[in-house]
């Protein structure tokens, strides 16, 4: 019995410590959270992920020498329907007046212009990723938003992919919240642990959100997904916690039991997320 108390001596002076010092990590959390909130809309986000490739790799030089000797236009294949062919020729001299646009092809032959349906090749003046080519193709769809308009084009793709999956992510935060808080009135044994438990989930993706600041750039997949990777590893180790500490309570008063609890959370909590930190560096 006593040797087991020697093992456990040192996390409890950690668990201690951290008690009798809870105003002041209270306050440091509190800077901590300032700071992450006025970071996190600065954070700047990488749609380009084969910016991640290694720069040895046979994929990133031929990209790196692709984008040295060529410049790739940004384009779009328009297609209006209902339209005649007259009408449909006067609207190239308006679209070629559309600041950003390069150039427009149509003709009269069958690959432009079958039955009433009209298609456009219109070129930008810029690359994909180009504001040039993006203000360009939202001022055609405004130019031709009275007509039967279908626009094929990768300008603006990214970032339109990245909003829809952020869309997603955002819908299956909302879910998981509910679900959790679900299990958490069946299962709980004080409902005061749940409003508890959000707020350690809203802090840890506050600083999870505002510390990628710190990293500069960080990837589109990152972005959407961290916030719910988080709700996972944080309501996971608090529950940990929150169950420890419900265990000492009944034995104990309410600051040594935190203490114990803590002391015995702690190298669980660390056992348990070397699977997940492991995960993330690879």
Not at 174 to 198: C, D, F, Q
Request: glycine letters at 4%; aromatic letters at 8%.
């Amino acid at each position: 019995m006593e040797e087991k108390k020697e093992k456990g001596n040192f996390w409890l002076t950690v668990a201690t410590f951290i008690v009798n010092k809870r105003k002041a990590f209270l306050v440091l959390f509190a800077i901590a959270c300032i700071y992450c909130a006025a970071c996190m809309n600065k954070v700047s986000v990488n749609q380009d992920i084969t910016k991640y490739l290694p720069a040895d790799s046979e994929t990133r030089i031929g990209l790196t020498l692709m984008d040295e000797q060529f410049m790739t236009y940004g384009s779009a294949r328009i297609m209006v329907s209902n339209i005649t062919w007259q009408d449909a020729d006067a609207l190239v001299e308006k679209l070629e007046a559309v600041e950003g646009v390069k150039e427009v092809a149509f003709d009269d032959s069958a690959d432009h212009y079958n039955g009433t349906n009209a298609l456009f090749d219109v070129t930008f003046d810029g690359t994909e990723e180009d504001e040039i080519s993006k203000d360009a193709k939202q001022a055609v769809k405004e130019l031709l938003s009275d007509y039967d308009t279908y626009i094929s084009t990768s300008v603006g793709a990214e970032e339109e992919q990245t909003e829809s999956l952020n869309n997603d992510m955002n819908l299956i935060l909302v879910l998981a919240v509910v679900i959790i808080v679900v299990v958490l009135l069946i299962s709980t044994k004080a409902y005061m642990e749940i409003p508890v438990l959000l707020i350690t989930f809203g802090v840890a993706a506050l600083l999870n959100k505002g510390t990628n600041y710190l990293m500069g750039t960080i990837s589109s997949v990152t972005d959407s997904i961290s916030v719910v990777l988080q709700l996972a590893l944080a309501i996971d180790y608090a529950i940990i916690f929150c169950d420890r500490f419900m265990e000492e309570h009944e034995t104990m008063d309410a600051e040594s039991a935190i203490k114990v609890a803590l002391s015995k959370a702690i190298p669980e909590i660390s056992s348990s997320s070397l699977t997940t930190i492991s995960g993330m560096v690879a």
